[in-house]
């Protein structure tokens, strides 16, 4: 195995773990959105060293790319259209105050 | 020895972790939106490291456009943005902890166990920054199509839903009205 290869997917482990962390520990809408953020970034450098350093010749890889920003668009747009909605509701984006969510 | 490539990797990749990690770690808001859009940017440097020259400028690209409008609403909605307070805005630390540390050792641990298949004899040989361009244009408007008008129209969708979301209630029902 290429160690370029081994660097890129432990960079991407390390911000998969880092954005476990963030989406489960922060109570702010917004700051739980930057860890939803990190983790799809994990998985970006992933695909981008699968790509490089096994099949550089199918574009494939690529479009992977691109659907994952396109879902992180998708989820900061979605993502701020609730909070902008909560923050009418209820004057704060804090998601401990979103409990009656739960059902 | 290490490659200049290796190196870059290596160097883009530490920043982004640990730019990564500073957003969790300041009190302030602006901060960590600050911190989030270095971390983002480190790794578009990387991905240029990596001679995937287009998805770099592409990813340092959105990535300003998207920290900058989250520094926005970061400024809006937050009632410390500056962290001047220091309020603690996290809650079940050692649970989430125990989560990170584990799903990132669970990551490596996969990295290292998987038997990857062999990449090309030499890494050197990708093809012109160009060449990729062209390759992936061809790529999109062939066999991938589908999938990227499903994206640009999932986007769509997600604009009008978000729209639809954020307008006040008031407004709404006075459109209904009418």
Redesign the interface.
């Known amino acids: 195995?290429?160690?370029?290869?081994?660097?890129?997917?432990?960079?991407?482990?390390?911000?998969?773990?880092?954005?476990?962390?963030?989406a489960?520990?922060?109570?702010?809408l917004?700051?739980l959105?930057?860890?939803v953020?990190?983790i799809l970034?994990?998985a970006?450098?992933n695909l981008?060293?699968f790509?490089?350093?096994?099949?550089?010749?199918s574009?494939?890889g690529?479009?992977f790319?691109?659907?994952v920003?396109?879902v992180?668009?998708?989820e900061?747009?979605?993502g701020?259209?609730?909070?902008?909605?909560r923050?009418?509701a209820r004057g704060?984006?804090?998601m401990?105050e979103a409990r009656e969510l739960k059902g | 020895m290490i490659s200049w490539q290796t190196f870059f990797m290596a160097f883009f990749g530490i920043a982004a972790i640990v730019f990564g990690a500073a957003v969790f770690v300041t009190s302030s808001m602006m901060r960590s939106a600050l911190a989030l859009l270095f971390s983002q940017t480190a790794l578009g440097a990387m991905f240029l490291a990596m001679q995937a020259e287009f998805l770099g400028v592409l990813q340092i690209m959105m990535m300003a456009t998207e920290m900058s409008i989250m520094a926005i609403f970061m400024v809006m909605f937050m009632m410390d943005p500056g962290g001047l307070g220091d309020m603690d805005m996290s809650h079940q630390k050692r649970l989430s902890i125990l989560a990170g540390v584990a799903a990132a050792v669970f990551s490596a641990v996969i990295a290292i166990a998987a038997h990857w298949p062999a990449g090309p004899e030499t890494l050197s040989e990708v093809a012109s920054a160009g060449a990729q361009v062209r390759a992936l244009g061809v790529e999109l408007l062939g066999r991938s199509m589908l999938i990227f008008e499903t994206a640009g129209v999932t986007i769509l969708t997600a604009m009008i839903a978000a729209t639809a979301v954020a307008i006040p209630p008031l407004q709404r029902s006075k459109a209904h009205e009418s």
């Open positions: 195995m290429s160690p370029d290869l081994l660097v890129a997917l432990f960079t991407g482990a390390a911000l998969f773990g880092i954005g476990v962390y963030g489960l520990s922060q109570t702010n917004v700051m959105m930057m860890g953020e990190l970034a994990g970006l450098v981008v060293a790509w490089r350093f096994l099949h550089p010749d574009y494939a690529h479009m790319v691109l659907i920003m396109t992180m668009a998708v900061m747009a979605v701020f259209g609730v909070a902008i909605a923050f009418r704060s984006v804090e401990e």
